[in-house]
């Protein structure tokens, strides 16, 4: 649970542009949270469209559960953050993304309103402040976003071309760095990390392959941009038979060993043990 009381449901996150709202159900039936964006998923032209296509369905109700619904809103500071507010206000949808978020004074007027924040640092100014950000009592959750982050400091792109066969190129260290240290705050003040988008959506072995790691490095959740990437960072985040199993039997042991003892050849501890809850669900 985060510190204001609503859990994020996942792990796997999909982004849903807010101006299809024929898709939302369809993306919440496929992940195990939606974000609806009503900021780069939908051209400027479309947005407003898109409020109002978010404002009937909430009114409409039906297959929307608002603990499973994330809105992404519109930077501070622009007209359409003004407006995405207005909108959001007229549902009972509470937990909002805000898109490049780079301070903690700008989280002041969501918290009094009572909205859950999931802060995206995905500019130069988010990620240098990510401590305090993630400090903030509204602030449920942290996500980072490679690309924008990119453009923010006038790069070119976040990853390296392909080497070695693979679909999709490494991260470059900017984007490494950015990653663990949004992780790093989010968990040190005791909130929910979310790791960033997996852009190559046929590149599924690469997917995989970012979600274990991400699932292994401590995120709680991956958001993704397709219906099929769902699965498979679900998959990504599962422990496997293999591992509840080993999980189940080191903690049968712990319940009769007074402190640190080997089992299976390894050195067991409470670090090791909570790893071991975790694979189970706890």
Not at 48 to 70: F, K, T, Y
Not at 112 to 118: Q, Y
Not at 186 to 204: E, H, M, Q, W, Y
């Amino acid at each position: 649970m985060t510190p204001r009381g609503r859990a994020l449901i996942g792990p796997a996150l999909l982004f849903c542009p807010a101006d299809r709202g024929e898709r939302y159900a369809k993306a919440l039936a496929a992940a195990d949270s939606v974000i609806i964006d009503l900021e780069d998923a939908v051209a400027p032209s479309d947005r407003a469209s898109a409020r109002v296509q978010l404002i009937a369905a909430a009114a409409a109700g039906g297959e929307l559960d608002p603990a499973r619904v994330i809105v992404r809103i519109n930077p501070v500071g622009t007209l359409d953050h003004e407006l995405d507010l207005v909108a959001v206000r007229q549902t009972p949808y509470r937990t909002v993304m805000l898109a490049k978020t780079e301070g903690a004074a700008q989280l002041e007027a969501l918290g009094a309103e009572g909205f859950s924040v999931l802060a995206l640092c995905e500019t130069v100014a988010g990620v240098a402040r990510a401590d305090e950000i993630a400090a903030h009592p509204a602030v449920v959750a942290m996500m980072w976003g490679a690309e924008d982050l990119a453009a923010s400091m006038g790069g070119k792109g976040s990853r390296h071309e392909p080497t070695g066969g693979r679909a999709s190129g490494a991260y470059r260290d900017f984007a490494r760095y950015a990653r663990s240290r949004v992780l790093i705050e989010a968990k040190a003040a005791g909130k929910l990390a979310i790791d960033s988008v997996f852009l190559n959506i046929p590149d599924t072995e690469g997917l995989q392959q970012e979600a274990s790691d991400a699932s292994m490095s401590g995120f709680d959740a991956t958001a993704c941009i397709h219906p099929s990437q769902a699965a498979v960072i679900r998959a990504a985040y599962a422990a496997t038979p293999e591992e509840e199993a080993w999980a189940e039997r080191v903690l049968a042991e712990a319940a009769h060993q007074p402190g640190v003892f080997q089992f299976e050849g390894k050195m067991v501890d409470e670090p090791v043990l909570r790893q071991a809850r975790k694979m189970l669900g706890g």
